[in-house]
């Protein structure tokens, strides 16, 4: 928990009132779960089903543990690729939209929105930017949390984390080897 969360036991039910008429009741074990929100009252008699019926296209933050999906914010376009809902999130360093499940499995869906444009990015997008090369794209997209993404690789190739081959135009990590582990080519 960090220092601006307070934890409260559960006991015997907590209730937390968030504004005059809102408030969030929790019973016993968790269950028994209802929310107020202005004049609407929504009860639940499971965790579970609370948690069921909350639309994970809408929520700003998730997170599946099984399969280490992380989606951060909201980024939906339509098939023409105009943006249809957009939302920022807090993730790491800075305000974005980042979804792991889409650069996985969607290559064509937008998977990055940096910080400080709306510039959307897909899995495509970042492959490009790596010559092509999905194991540096990943490292790329793994990385960045309010940064465009080139800016990143700028600063990667500034400091000698990665390198471009003066021969065969690969991409590879500068510290794993001293000529390019590709074609042999030294003094890249
Ligand atoms: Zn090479």
New binding site residues.
Partial sequence: MGRKYKEIKNGRGTTLQINQNDYISIGRDGEDVMLRCKDKVLAFQTWEQFVGAADPSKCSYKYDYQKGNVVIGICIVDGDGILQEFKRAYYRQGWIFKNSYAFKNEPQKPCYVPELSNTIYTREDFLSMCNGQADIAEIVFEAVDWQHPETYLDEQYATGEMTI?G??G?IFLGYEAES?P??G?NGT
Avoid: I, L
Wanted: hydrophobic share 25%; aromatic share 12%.
């Fill in positions: 081959c021969v065969c690969k390019c590709y074609c080519a």
